[in-house]
C-alpha cells in the first residue's frame, strides 16, 4: 500500500515567486490537510480537505491556499513568497480526518 | 491559542534503558491523541495513538497513557534503541475543531550507545 507522496522534494524560490506543492494521499483516503513546519514555529495546522471541500483552514495569511480534486490529490498554493516561508510543508492524509493521520515526508522549501 | 506542550526539550537515554517521554495538553475537549517521530529529514511517522475514552494502550515497545484529569500524555519506549534516536511529538485533535491536529514542540531524544 503506497504512502502519502508529495512532490517535489525540495524546492528553490525567490522572494515575490508563487509555488504550488502537490499530495497524493493514500488510496481511499478522503480527508487531505497541510501542515508547515519550521525551527522556530513547530507544526502548524495550514488546512484541510475532504472530498473538494475545505473544512478547516488555520491562522495564515491568504497567500497560502489549496484545493483537492475528485480524485482526493491535493495542491496548496503560496503566492508572492516572503523569505519567512521558508519551510518543510507536510501533508497528511486520513480516512476521516479523525482518526489516523499518515505524513508524506514533506517538501522542503527554501525562499532566497 | 493551539498549545500542546512538551516538558522537556532533550532526552538522553542509555541504550536499553527505557524512556519517558511526557506531553502536556491544553484543551480538554480534545479527544484523540497521537504520538509521532520525525527524524532528519524526514515526515512524523506515526507511532501510537489513543482516544479519550481509553486511558492506556500499548503497541509494540510502546505505551501511550493518558491522564485526562491533569490533561497529561505521556510516551513509553521500553529497552530504547539507537534507531528511536529522533524527534518525538505529540499532537491531539478535537481542540479546535475536528480534522485539524495541534502539535506539541517536539522532543529530542538521544540513544547512548
Known amino acids: 500500500k503506497a504512502g502519502v507522496t508529495q512532490t517535489p522534494r525540495y524546492l528553490i524560490k525567490t522572494r515575490g515567486q508563487q509555488v504550488t506543492l502537490s499530495c497524493s494521499p493514500i488510496?481511499?483516503?478522503?480527508?487531505v490537510s497541510w501542515y508547515q513546519q519550521t525551527p522556530g514555529q513547530g507544526l502548524q495546522f495550514l488546512f484541510e480537505?475532504?472530498?473538494?471541500?475545505?473544512?478547516n483552514k488555520g491562522n495564515f495569511p491568504g497567500r497560502f491556499s489549496g484545493r483537492q480534486f475528485s480524485n482526493s490529490r491535493s495542491e496548496m498554493n503560496v503566492s508572492t513568497l516572503e523569505l519567512g516561508d521558508s519551510a518543510l510543508y507536510l501533508c497528511?492524509?486520513?480516512?476521516?480526518?479523525?482518526?489516523?493521520?499518515?505524513f508524506g515526508s514533506g517538501t522542503r522549501l527554501t525562499v532566497v | 491559542g493551539e498549545s500542546v506542550g512538551l516538558h522537556l526539550p532533550t532526552l538522553s537515554v542509555q541504550e536499553g534503558d527505557n524512556s519517558i517521554i511526557n506531553c502536556a495538553y491544553s484543551?480538554?475537549?480534545?479527544?484523540?491523541f497521537i504520538w509521532y517521530k520525525q527524524e532528519s529529514g524526514k515526515g512524523p511517522q506515526f507511532i501510537i495513538d489513543?482516544?479519550?475514552?481509553?486511558d492506556k494502550r500499548q503497541g509494540q515497545r510502546v505505551t501511550v497513557l493518558l491522564n485526562k484529569t491533569v490533561k497529561h500524555l505521556s510516551l513509553q519506549i521500553a529497552a530504547t534503541q539507537p534507531g528511536d534516536s529522533a524527534v518525538y511529538f505529540c499532537?491531539?485533535?478535537?481542540?479546535?475543531?475536528?480534522?485539524?491536529?495541534?502539535f506539541g514542540k517536539g522532543n529530542q531524544v538521544v540513544v547512548i550507545p
Open positions: 497528511a492524509s486520513s480516512s476521516d480526518g479523525l482518526y489516523g493521520y499518515t
Open positions: 488510496s481511499g483516503h478522503r480527508s
Open positions: 480537505y475532504f472530498s473538494e471541500t475545505q473544512r
Open positions: 484543551n480538554s475537549a480534545s479527544d484523540y
Open positions: 489513543i482516544r479519550s475514552n481509553m
Open positions: 499532537a491531539e485533535n478535537g481542540a479546535y475543531g475536528n480534522n485539524r491536529l495541534a
